[in-house]
């Protein structure tokens, strides 16, 4: 059973820069999506990223290019660097991993079967 562990989460003003980190228990191959969803109170998840084992990425278009995803072979696994954060990026942030089965990694969030506890980013106006 792999777990995932987010940290980095806490509180900035609007303009400012979080690093999440994301550390799994076991080692997670390139047969494996990673991706970063985030989630606000009685909202459903929303995709951030998604990293295939090749290392392709896919963003969702409403992030203007403000965030950067890492994928490592060693701890931890993901990161993601969040920059010219705005009070909207308020959310719980989760890690995630799902079994790539040929079709990509997609931000879908029933993709994933691997979910981290997340870590809160709040951002201040």
């Keep these: 059973q792999v777990q995932l562990e987010e ?3 806490g509180s900035v003003q609007a303009g400012g820069s979080l690093r999440l980190a994301c550390a799994s228990s076991h080692a997670i191959g390139q047969g494996y999506c990673m991706a970063w969803f985030r989630q606000t109170p009685g909202k459903e998840y929303e995709g951030i990223v998604s990293v295939e084992g090749n290392g392709y990425t896919r963003y969702a278009d409403s992030l203007g290019g403000r965030f950067t995803v890492s994928r490592r072979n060693a701890r931890p696994i993901l990161e993601l660097q969040m920059d010219m954060l705005q009070p909207e990026d308020t959310a719980k942030y ?5 079994i790539d089965r ?4 997609w931000l879908l969030d029933h993709q994933y079967i691997y979910w981290g506890q997340g870590t809160q980013v709040t951002v201040s106006s």
């Design 102 to 105: 040929g079709g990509g990694c």
């Design 94 to 98: 989760y890690c995630a991993a799902g």
């Design 7 to 9: 940290s980095g989460g």
